[in-house]
C-alpha cells in the first residue's frame, strides 16, 4: 500500500513537472491571439490514471503557470479577480471532469481515455467562454467590433476560442488514448 502511494507521488510529481514545461513552451506556439494548450494532455492521464483529484491537482498547476506566464495578461488587465477565478477555475475543472469521466467508463478504459480526452477541452473551453461572459463581455464586445465581427457570440466562438479548441480537442482524442495505453500496459506487466 506504502510503496502504491509512493508510485502515484512520484508519477504525478512528473506529470506536474510535464504540465509546467508544456505550458511554458506551449506559451510560445500560437494560434491567432491565444496559446495553445497542449498541456491537457497530461493532465487527461493524470486524472485517467490516478483519479480526479489527480487531475484536478495537475489542471490547477497548469492554471497557475497560465496566472503567472502572463498568458492572462490581457485579461487581467480588465478584471484581476475574474481572470484569476476563470484561470483557476477552467484549468482545475477540466482535470477534474477528466477523471470523473474517466471513472464513469472505466470499464471500458479505451472509451474511457476517449471520453475523458474529450471533456478536458471542453470544460477547459466552456469555462473561459463563462468567464468571458461574467466577467469580460464588455471589453471583449469591443475586441469584435474591432475586428469587424457583428455579434459577439460569434467572436467568441470562432475568434477567441474556434481553432484552439479544435485542436485541443483533436490533439488530446488522437494522444491520450494511446499514451493512457501504454501506460496501462507498462503497469500491468
Given at each position: 500500500m506504502k510503496n502504491e502511494k509512493t508510485r502515484k507521488?512520484?508519477?504525478?510529481g512528473i506529470?506536474?513537472?510535464i504540465v509546467i514545461v508544456l505550458q511554458l513552451m506551449g506559451s510560445f506556439i500560437r494560434f491567432g491571439p491565444f496559446s495553445i494548450s497542449l498541456v491537457l494532455i497530461p493532465i487527461v492521464v493524470g486524472a485517467a490514471l490516478y483519479g480526479p483529484?489527480?487531475?484536478a491537482f495537475l489542471g490547477f498547476v497548469f492554471s497557475m503557470v497560465v496566472l503567472l506566464s502572463g498568458d492572462a495578461a490581457a485579461f487581467l488587465a480588465v478584471n484581476v479577480f475574474g481572470t484569476i477565478l476563470t484561470v483557476i477555475a477552467k484549468g482545475t475543472l477540466a482535470g477534474f471532469c477528466a477523471g470523473?469521466?474517466?471513472r464513469l467508463f472505466s470499464r471500458k478504459p479505451f472509451l474511457a481515455a476517449v471520453m475523458a480526452?474529450?471533456?478536458a477541452p471542453v470544460v477547459n473551453t466552456g469555462m473561459f467562454l463563462i468567464g468571458c461572459f461574467l466577467f469580460f463581455l464588455p471589453t471583449v464586445s469591443a475586441w469584435a467590433q474591432a475586428l469587424g465581427f457583428e455579434n459577439v457570440g460569434s467572436y467568441m466562438i470562432f475568434g477567441?476560442?474556434?481553432?484552439?479548441?479544435l485542436f485541443e480537442l483533436l490533439t488530446n482524442i488522437?494522444?491520450?488514448?494511446?499514451?493512457v495505453r501504454v501506460?496501462?500496459?507498462?503497469r500491468n506487466r
Open positions: 507521488i512520484a508519477a504525478v506529470l506536474t513537472a483529484f489527480a487531475g470523473i469521466v474517466y480526452a474529450i471533456s477567441l476560442v474556434g481553432g484552439n479548441f488522437i494522444l491520450s488514448p494511446i499514451i501506460i496501462d500496459m507498462g
